[in-house]
């Protein structure tokens, strides 16, 4: 992690980097609300890989940082965002109109995996901090007839319109989509962006590569500016580092060596 230390020394600035932005080392000190560790512990995620704990802390932040995370595929970046994400989410439902996250993957497929990811992460949550049975068995689930789970949304080719009208209608938490589908939603369904904090850019360098920079850009350009903004990828081409400038802002860079 020696470039991503360098890096971060470099983008910090001012004041001496805390130990909480360095990562400690474990789940445990991230502050993380109770039912969240619980359910990571559930899940088999015993400890964080070194892309989560460089990044998580940052992103947790008071106030919360952009991050920039390039790590090799494998590397455990969907739980690097999905964690933070639900956590400064609350963790539940908000009645409030509008979605307050979006996850933008450049495949369809992607899209099913991290709502996966996430729906299984966020099961369970209390933002009590995690009553006694929250995490166990009986306490797992999505609680759905009182409407307070997170609720997520697929904006993605291949659903019917029907039913993302119908999804939009639903007013969910977040919403995983693919660029031009989104785009389309919010041009023809006045799908409204403008409740968005918390925005991330996965598969980035493929996002890119793909030919989506204009409806990505004309995406943005509806977000409100104060959101927090990640981008996570494997690699770092050049229409990225472009991209990056306008997107973000002062970024933490986490850039990791090909084995972490
Ligand atoms: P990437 O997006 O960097 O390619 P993924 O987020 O898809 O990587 O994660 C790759 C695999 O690692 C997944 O199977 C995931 O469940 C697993 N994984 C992620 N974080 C952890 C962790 N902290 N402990 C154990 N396994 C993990
Ligand atoms: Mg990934």
Redesign the pocket.
Known sequence: IKSGTDVLKKTKGKGKITKGELGGGSFQSMGLNPSLLRSLTIR??????PI?RLTIPSLLADPPRDVVGM?R???????AYTIPLIQRLGGRHSTAFGARALILVPARELAVQVLKVGKELARGYNSGGGGAHAGDAEGMNDDDSKGQSLRWGLVVGGEGMDEQFEMITNNPDVIIATPGRLLHLVVEMNLDLRAIQYVVFDEADRLFEMGFATALNEIISRLPTNRQTLLFSATLPKTLVEFAKAGLQNPKLVRLDAES
Do not use: E, I
Not at 44 to 49: L, S
Not at 73 to 79: A, I, N, P, Q, V
């Open positions: 088999g995620y015993k400890t964080p890989t989560q790590a595929t494998g590397s455990g970046k969907t739980l």
